[in-house]
């Protein structure tokens, strides 16, 4: 799959529409669930190699303009797929809802939820995300504690490679 075909997977987040397929969900589980095994998703899995430096590239390029409906979809596929690299641009994005009610963000159609998943999965779930409502500390915390891991990890990852 070349670049132009992967853009347009990407350009399609950007469509409203393309969550509908979730509608049929009543809770995140299964709104990440209908996502990660959507052919677009699938394709992007498929080719990682090629598709994850981009979204990285086009999540950056465009992380101050993006719709909620875009961010979830890129915050499920970077669980998917791993992308540790994004775990300060997810932090920052969940800083930013600090003061978001917890009404909000607990719609299945928020991308809060995910990005919590995406930097737990990070981890391999060590680092456990907080359950049930929870205040803007408690997410503090958590985002402290994924930070923490994730210097430790790439401190034993460098280890490694030495």
Known sequence: MDDSSLNRILDDFERE?????TFIASGHSTVADVIAGMPEIKALLEQRNASAPLMVARYRERDSTMSDHERLAYFVVFGLMSRREMT???????????RTPH???????HPYFYGVRALESFTGGEVQAPAGKVSAK????????VEKWEQTHVQQDVGKHE
């Open 17 to 21: 529409s393309f969550l509908s397929p």
């Open 88 to 98: 300060h641009d997810i932090a920052a994005y969940l800083r930013r809802c600090g």
């Open 103 to 109: 009404s909000t963000l607990a719609w299945p159609w």
């Open 138 to 145: 408690d997410v503090g915390r958590f985002i402290a504690a």
